[in-house]
């Protein structure tokens, strides 16, 4: 796949109150398209969890120079938890997610919503884009509400769910 276009960059996070937030987590960051974006519009005060399972993508990330209050993982994202309390924090303010959750197996795809959903504050918010409707069912069942927005401008096109937990 291509890297993320700034349109889709866009949809994905400029609704976002990335200013206010505390504490941001990012899952599947890939080549770093929307943490360089994310990083841009954050507080000083914020701090940025980014969690990234692929080994030359990790290694392509921790190359960069990222301010301190940016903390890479090389882990899985269902220990987002952990990741967060080590950074002195019970929940997650924000979730933006590139994970390939169409392509997950179901108890995976599970297990790492579950995870995002019980480590996310009551107001806070998960955003996850997908190349398809497929995950749609999974988003609606774990969270309270759950919003679709499209992006043409992005190879291949995206949609993009803004989920709330209450």
Partial sequence: MAPSSRFLAAKMLDHLPIKEAKIIVELGPGTGVFTEKIIQKM???????????????????????YPKNVHLKHDSAEKIGEFIQECGFEKADLIISSLPLAIFP??????VLHA????????????????????RRALKEMFHSV????????????????????
Avoid: M, W
Avoid at 43 to 65: C, R, S, W
Avoid at 116 to 134: A, I, P, R, T
Avoid at 154 to 166: D, G, L, Q, R, W
């Fill in 43 to 65: 507080g000083a005060n914020t701090q940025l969890i980014v969690v990234e399972l692929n080994d030359t993508f990790y290694h392509a990330l921790t190359a960069k120079k």
């Fill in 106 to 111: 179901s108890e995976l795809r599970k297990s």
């Fill in 116 to 135: 995002s959903k019980e480590h996310l504050s009551d107001n806070g918010q998960f955003v996850q884009f997908q190349y398809s409707l497929q995950s």
């Fill in 147 to 166: 919003k679709l927005n499209f992006t043409a401008l992005n190879f291949p096109p995206a949609f993009v769910y803004t989920c709330k937990k209450n």
